[in-house]
């Protein structure tokens, strides 16, 4: 493994300090779910854990909700509140897919991201469970594509545009560093 750059030391430290503080302060795990996919092969369990101050709302924890939050003025995050969070690095998460559980480690991002082999899931739409140690379970969507299908559509829609909600670059400027 390569030795990380000064950089990437200097942000692990503080965000160690910066967890352990919040923490202290009584903030707690909570999951941020991101649509899964996998085929009858494999499926690949994608989420992000952060830490929050407070209960998040069903649609706060699902990434592919944004929609619906956008349409609240009054629950928007807006300007540079959009881009800081507190992450949960290093913290262990089990996911419950089917009846099989499997134990994993967000990475210095707070990211999840799992493959799991022979998963027995059916093709179509499936909720699995993501619980983080001392934050409370989310489910989260996977598409389990079936061995028929021959031809899919794959949309890379920009996400930073649409759940940063800056669309325009000088709109985007005021919203992030004046509003």
Do not use: K
Request: proline share 5%; aromatic share 8%.
């Amino acid at each position: 493994m390569a030795r990380p750059h000064i950089a990437a030391v200097v942000e692990d430290a503080w965000h160690g300090q910066l967890n352990g503080v919040l923490v202290g302060r009584g903030w707690t795990p909570r999951v941020i779910a991101h649509t899964g996919y996998g085929s009858s092969a494999f499926v690949r369990v994608l989420a992000r854990i952060v830490l929050s101050r407070h209960t998040l709302d069903e649609a706060e924890t699902r990434a592919d909700e944004h929609e619906e939050i956008a349409l609240e003025p009054e629950r928007e995050v807006r300007g540079w509140r959009a881009f800081v969070t507190a992450q949960a690095t290093g913290l262990t998460v089990r996911v419950q897919v089917g009846q099989r559980s499997f134990r994993t480690e967000t990475d210095r991002s707070g990211y999840v991201d799992l493959t799991i082999d022979n998963h027995e899931l059916a093709p179509g739409w499936h909720e699995v469970t993501v619980t983080p140690d001392g934050g409370p379970p989310q489910q989260v969507p996977v598409m389990i594509v079936g061995d028929d299908v021959r031809f899919g559509i794959v949309s890379d829609i920009d996400d930073t545009v649409m759940i940063t909600m800056l669309p325009r670059m000088f709109i985007a400027a005021w919203n992030t560093f004046v509003r």
